[in-house]
């Protein structure tokens, strides 16, 4: 096992780099929220089943994404969502100007 795979179990019979992991936890948060194509959707999937430093990644950021959910039910004040609106339609005029 090289340096670059140190701290690595990987089920399967390929070695993977640690660049094409640092590729496939990029794509984690769209696999979580179902925003990936089909055969990126399987490839991130065969991944996940071989490398488990990645499978505990993943599964901490599904954790975290879920305790957010769950936490953020309430709306913002009526004041606040004034105010991003403004600041919003501030930074399209800003942005549509230049």
């Known amino acids: 096992m090289t340096q670059e795979h140190a701290g690595h179990d990987h089920a399967g019979p390929e070695e993977v780099s640690a660049s094409d992991c640092a590729d496939y936890l990029e794509q984690i948060v769209y696999f979580i929220d179902n925003e990936l194509d089909a055969a990126d959707c399987a490839a991130v999937q065969v991944h996940l089943d071989t490398c488990n430093p990645c499978l505990e990644k993943y599964d901490l950021q599904r954790?975290?994404?879920?305790?957010?959910a769950r936490s953020c039910s309430e709306s913002a004040p009526d004041e606040l969502r004034q105010r991003v609106m403004l600041r919003v339609r501030e930074v399209q005029l800003r942005l549509s100007e230049s």
């Open 63 to 68: 954790t975290v994404k879920q305790i957010v």
